[in-house]
């Protein structure tokens, strides 16, 4: 629910901005202001959940999510909708982190990579369902029912967690670093913001790298803050593992190549191959059946190869993969695109999942929640950026914004070199040693 309301509009623009009396352009601020709520409130996932327990943040954060979801569907002006998707990214801030945490806590470490790969699955499938989803509902029923089914399965969720979840058992909370999650907010989102604008140029190109510059210089005096603070909102020592540190750093990258790509492929497949909305979002899935096709052999794999041999395997075959779909024309066969896609989907699920697991193998209990909460702010911050690239190269490349073929491939040549480059961090680094 969470991931797939981060894409599912992107389809539906036309018919949202009509209906409230806006233009798709301005509309984009939806993304923006719901990624600029989950990297300004998820430095707090970790404090919540020792303070008031993971089970009980977690249902605050799906009712959150729901109340923001209704707010988009009852909008009738582009303020009001823009809000309402602040208060689902707001939700959707505590929801990946906190669920992680628990899943450590809770899951005896023989069965942590099996439990992961099912947690791995739905942000690896909603970006790709998003988009077919979000038209589906558009051309058929209404852009407002892409919002309206949240609701049943945040009260679904709500009612299975109270009766099937255990809470895990809370650590000692310190006292809230407000100084350290003011710098930590301003700096997160001023990178998402600026990020975003640079992609989606709203406001003047200035305005975006001005933000980039105050997220860049909050979050340098953040790291001054944390190092003589003893309750830091997020405790950078956790960097000091070695297996936490090549593990985000190679995420980072990896997301930076791959998070724009559903976007990416479906407008290559829209406007270079001349396929309908609805015919390039089914291709698009085919990534999200092969991203669930991994949980059956993701298990067996890292224990035959062992972590840090499976990821960086998993990384440069996924930057081979996406290099491959760069050399896509309208004359390959489509079920060629489809195995292309599918297997794009597993190796990424696969690397995914392993990235999961590592975050927290070797980090110290105290530090776990520092650690899930410092993998969850990279994601945004990591995916705008994505996106800002790969916006801002096809702006350039046909500031009319009629991109040819060949500037597709060039946006996603580009993802592939980054997606590969995931690997080096993991070379690097030595082999973990709590998930060998």
Request: proline residues 6%; aromatic residues 10%.
């Given at each position: ?25 301005a509309l984009k601020l939806a993304f923006t202001a719901y990624y600029v709520a989950m990297a300004m409130f998820v430095p707090m996932s970790a ?48 929801m990946a982190p906190v669920a992680r945490l628990a899943l450590f806590r809770i899951t005896p470490a023989k069965d942590l990579v099996g439990a ?321």
């Amino acid at each position: 629910m969470e991931s797939m309301d981060a894409t599912v509009i992107s389809t539906s623009l036309p018919a949202i901005a009509t209906d409230i009396g806006t233009t798709s352009v301005a509309l984009k601020l939806a993304f923006t202001a719901y990624y600029v709520a989950m990297a300004m409130f998820v430095p707090m996932s970790a404090w919540l959940a020792d303070r008031y327990g993971c089970r009980n943040v977690l249902r605050f954060s799906i009712a959150l999510f729901m109340l923001g979801s209704l707010g988009c569907a009852v909008s009738q002006s582009l303020a009001h909708f823009v809000c309402a998707r602040f208060v689902e990214g707001a939700g959707a801030a505590f929801m990946a982190p906190v669920a992680r945490l628990a899943l450590f806590r809770i899951t005896p470490a023989k069965d942590l990579v099996g439990a992961t790969s099912w947690l791995t699955i739905p942000p690896t499938v909603a970006p790709m369902l998003g988009p077919p989803l979000g038209g589906f509902l558009t051309t058929f029923v209404a852009w407002q029912w892409i919002f309206l089914v949240n609701l049943p399965a945040a009260l679904a969720g709500i009612v299975l967690m109270t009766r099937f979840m255990p809470d895990p058992v809370r650590l000692p909370t310190r006292r809230l670093d407000l100084i350290g999650l003011l710098l930590v907010a301003i700096s997160l989102s001023g990178l998402v913001f600026g990020a975003s604008l640079i992609s989606m140029p709203v406001l003047p190109i200035w305005f975006g790298l001005a933000c980039i510059a105050l997220g860049v210089g909050a979050g340098a005096i953040y790291v001054l803050h944390a190092r003589i603070s003893p309750n830091a909102i997020l405790d950078l020592t956790v960097f000091r593992e070695h297996t936490f540190r090549a593990t985000t750093i190679g995420t980072t990258l990896m997301l930076m190549g791959c998070a724009a790509l559903p976007y990416l492929t479906a407008l290559m497949l829209q406007l270079g191959f001349g396929m309908s909305a609805f015919q390039s979002g089914l291709l698009v899935f085919s990534g999200a059946i092969g991203a669930l096709a991994a949980k059956f052999i993701v298990a067996p794999l890292f224990r035959r190869f062992g972590f840090r041999r499976a990821m960086i395997y998993s990384a440069l075959l996924a930057g081979l993969g996406v290099a491959i779909k760069a050399t896509l024309l309208p004359s390959t066969p489509a079920l060629l695109i489809v195995a292309l896609l599918f297997v794009n989907g597993l190796i990424r699920s696969i690397y995914f999942t392993g990235h999961a697991v590592l975050t927290v193998a070797d980090t110290a209990p105290e530090q776990a929640g520092h650690a899930t909460a410092i993998a969850a702010v990279s994601r945004p911050v990591a995916s705008a950026l994505s996106f800002a690239i790969a916006g801002g190269l096809l702006g350039i490349l046909a500031p009319d914004g009629a991109n040819t073929i060949t500037d597709f491939h060039l946006a996603i040549g580009i993802g592939a070199i980054l997606c590969g480059s995931a690997a080096i961090a993991f070379l690097a680094s030595r082999a973990p040693s709590a998930a060998r």
